[in-house]
Each structure stands twice: as C-alpha cells, then as structure tokens.
C-alpha cells in the first residue's frame, strides 16, 4: 500500500491550480443518465471516486469515453435501474444515482451505502423526499426499491435535524425535473456543488427556479437534452492549500478559485490574522511574523463554516498562540484525526462535538493513520509545519477526493513523497 513520507518545516512558495470539485463531479455524473443525448463534462477531477462512479454508470449501461484528460463523453442510451452493492458499497455517494434512475425509468434498486468512519449517514430525507412526489418507496435486502410509475411534483420540506442535506437535495431535484407537475423544495441544500448541478440541469433543459437559494421550484419536464458542462472548482482543495500555505508561513498563490466559494472559511482566517491578497479568481497567502490568533470555529451548511475544512483548520489552530474550540454540527464524531494529531504533539482535547485545541505545539514527525478523506488532509497539513520526518499510512482515503496532491505540493516546495509502505525503516514500525 502507498503511504507519504513527509519532512516538515519547509516553506511552501509559489503557485497551485485547483481542480474540478469531486462533490460536485459526483451527481453530475450521476445526473448523466437523465437524458439519452450525450453529455460532455469538462474539468472532471482524476481521483478515484470518479472512477467508481465511472464504473457503476457503464455497469448501469452508459458508454463512457475520455477524449482527453479531464473530458468525460457520456450516452447513457439505453440503462438499467439496479446500482448493486459490489459497485454501491465503494462509495456513499452513489445514493445520488437514486434521483436520476427514478426520474428517467420510473423505478430504481440502489443498494443501501454502508457505514461510515466519519459517523451515521443516514437517507431518511432522501426516502422522505421521494415518497412526497408520491413515489412508493420500500427498503428490503440492503437495498431501496423505488416504483415511481406515479411520480408527481409537490411541496417537499426536505430540512433534518442538522438543517440541509446536499446529496438529498441533489436526489430529489433530479428526481424531480422529469416528473410531473411542480415541486417546491424548502430548506434545500445551498452548497455551490449543489448550484452547479441544478445549472448544468438547467443547461440539459430543467426548469428549476430559485438556485442557490434555500427553496426551489422544479417544473417537470417530458425530457432533458445532452449538454457540455464545465464543473465547478473545488473550494476544499483550495481550502487546504491555503492552510498549507499558512501551516509553513509560506508564499502560495492558489489559482482558479472565486473567493466568494470560501466565504466563512476565508472569513475565520482573516480573523486568526492571516495576510491574504484576494483576486477574482484566486487566493494568495502571505508570509507573517509571530502568531496567528486562535479562532472558534462552528461547522453548519452553507453558507456557515464547511465541515470539509474542519479537520485542517484544526492542524493549522494547533499552532497558533491561545486556545482554539472546533464544533462540528454536521458530523459530531468527525475527529478521528485527533488522536494521531496528538502523536505528532499536539494539545487537543475533545468535550462532545467540540475539539478544544491548545496552540503553539512544536510538532514533530511521527508514523500516523489516516481514517478517512480530510483526516488524511489534516496530517499532511501537520506533517508540513513538524520538524522530522512523517510517515502517513492509508493515503487511499486522500486519492479519493485530492487530485495528485502530493505533486501540486511537491511544485510548491513541500518535501513530500509516495512511497510503500515496505519503505517505513523498521525502527519505527516498532512502536
Ligand atoms: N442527514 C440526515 N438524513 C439524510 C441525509 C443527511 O439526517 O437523509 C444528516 C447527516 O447525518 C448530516 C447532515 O444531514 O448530519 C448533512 O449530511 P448531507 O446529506 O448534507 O451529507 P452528504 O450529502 O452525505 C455531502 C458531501 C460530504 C460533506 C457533506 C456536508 C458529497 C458526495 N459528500 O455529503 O463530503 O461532508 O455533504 O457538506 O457531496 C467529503 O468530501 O469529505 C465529504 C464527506
């Protein structure tokens, strides 16, 4: 298996591009199979859970074909309703299948996601969502089994204990645009993955009123057309090259990023301190001198504080002077980083949903585990500012939403390497 090796205390300087954003790629993907046309997507992110994706629409039946890199050809001519769990179980986010399968044949099997190690992923809402446009609805043998032959629109409050949901939203807008009547969606997700997939629908043919906003009017259509769509950059990769620029008091300008996507991250940055030039489509960190301040932090949905961002704001609050706290209201035990942040040195102490983190450690370089997309993030963001050498075990979680981010950070200067993990020195295999 492939692990970093990463030595700290370096500087980052220069320029990185961001990519197309994965949770975006993600029901776009998906909503492919809403029409028989082709769809061209550009600026589709390499990472692996696009070719999970991938495989499950040619499962379904959809050609797929990849002109040139990041282009993606789609016809999803003639398809099948069933997702099965072989494919399914890869990755949660192939719930979002259930909308368009339901919209275009009327009838759809998705095997049930599994656990998670960020905690419950419940799809009460998304059920909710469909059996309001009077769809039947029956969960048996780990799977959904949707009949929609009656599909209508209608009023949907689609809102959870946590407020929005974005792949339920995504679910039920796209079950939406082909059924019948009106629906009007309150409480929507307004994340901007959600925004670009109801404008690339818009770009198909959909007619969906109020994007970007909390509440949503889908007129149903009899069919949607192909498009060519270029999906949006991902604002939490730019998020985290920011805080590796601030981790190292590095010089990084991060390009092809709108500072309007990063509003409440950008915003409890300036308030730690940060020195930050914003252009249009860019966000430059500068070098400063003595300490960032701590900051309170409160993970909510957009356009509140991105959980996404919450495990590497903590890596960079572990070096700033004062005491920082980290809520996370989205997934209250998404801090499986902590414990391996503490090996490397740092001061946190978890109370509840909370991270109470100690600043101003000197961390230094030790064998850690990553458990899952942004912990592995966090580590490689605290491995940038330790002294020594760390090594990070399961980088397969970063593959699958960081495009070649040890080479993006490599051409800004960060001493970080892939290798295997019969290179870890022995020695410390023993602790
Ligand atoms: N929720 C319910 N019932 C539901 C659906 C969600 O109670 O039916 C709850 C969840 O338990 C959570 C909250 O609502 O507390 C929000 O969950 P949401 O449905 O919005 O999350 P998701 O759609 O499953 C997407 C991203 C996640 C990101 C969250 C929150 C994709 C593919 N995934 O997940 O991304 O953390 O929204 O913004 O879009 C990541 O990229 O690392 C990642 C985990």
């Not at 954003?21 to 769809?39: Q, Y």
């Amino acid at each position: 298996m492939d692990v970093f090796k990463v030595n700290g205390n370096v500087p980052l300087k220069g320029e990185v591009h961001v990519g197309g954003a994965k949770n975006a790629a993600l029901p776009i993907l998906a909503a492919t199979l809403l029409t028989e046309e082709k769809v061209v997507l550009r600026n589709v992110p390499d990472l692996s859970d696009m070719r999970f994706m991938l495989e499950i629409l040619r499962h379904i039946g959809a050609d797929t074909i990849q002109p040139e890199p990041g282009v993606w050809e789609i016809t999803a001519k003639e398809i099948t309703h069933i997702a099965p769990y072989e494919l399914v179980r890869k990755m949660r986010a192939s719930v979002c299948l259930l909308g368009p399968l339901v919209s275009r044949l009327r009838k759809a099997e998705v095997s049930i996601p599994g656990g998670c190690v960020i905690g419950p992923r419940p799809i009460d809402l998304h059920i909710k969502g469909l059996k309001k446009l009077n769809c039947k609805v029956d969960i048996s043998n780990g799977y959904v089994h949707v009949d929609a032959s009656d599909i209508k629109g209608g009023p949907i409050f689609l809102g959870g204990r946590s407020g929005s949901t974005v792949t339920g939203t995504a679910n039920i807008v796209m079950a939406a645009v082909l059924a019948p009547g009106t629906t009007r969606l309150e409480c929507a997700a307004c994340e901007p993955e959600v925004v670009d997939l109801c404008e690339m629908l818009v770009k198909m043919g959909a007619q969906i009123e109020g994007v970007g906003s909390p509440e949503l009017t889908i007129t149903g259509r009899e069919k949607l057309h192909g498009c060519e769509y270029s999906i949006i950059s991902d604002r939490i990769e730019a998020g985290t090259f920011i805080i590796a620029g601030a981790m190292t008091r590095g010089d990084v300008n991060v390009k092809g990023i709108a500072p309007k996507l990063l509003g409440a991250f950008l915003d409890k940055l300036e308030e730690a301190g940060l020195p930050m030039e914003l252009g249009a489509d860019n966000i430059r960190v500068t070098p400063y001198k003595g300490s960032l301040k701590p900051v309170d932090v409160i993970t909510l949905p957009h356009p509140g504080y991105p959980t996404d961002l919450q495990a590497q704001i903590g890596a960079l609050m572990t070096q700033t002077e004062g005491l920082s706290i980290i809520t996370e209201r989205i997934y209250p035990h998404r801090f499986m980083h902590v414990p391996e942040l503490q090996r490397m040195g740092a001061e946190i102490s978890i109370e509840g949903p909370s991270a109470i983190i100690k600043g101003a450690s000197q961390l230094s370089g030790a064998q850690v585990m990553a458990s899952d997309l942004r912990a592995s993030a966090a580590l490689i963001l605290a491995a940038l500012a330790s002294k020594g050498e760390t090594w990070i075990q399961r980088i397969y979680h970063l593959d699958r939403g960081y495009e070649r981010f040890e080479k993006k950070l490599t051409t800004i200067g960060a001493q970080i390497e892939r290798l295997s993990d019969k290179d870890i020195p022995k020695e410390l295999l023993q602790y």
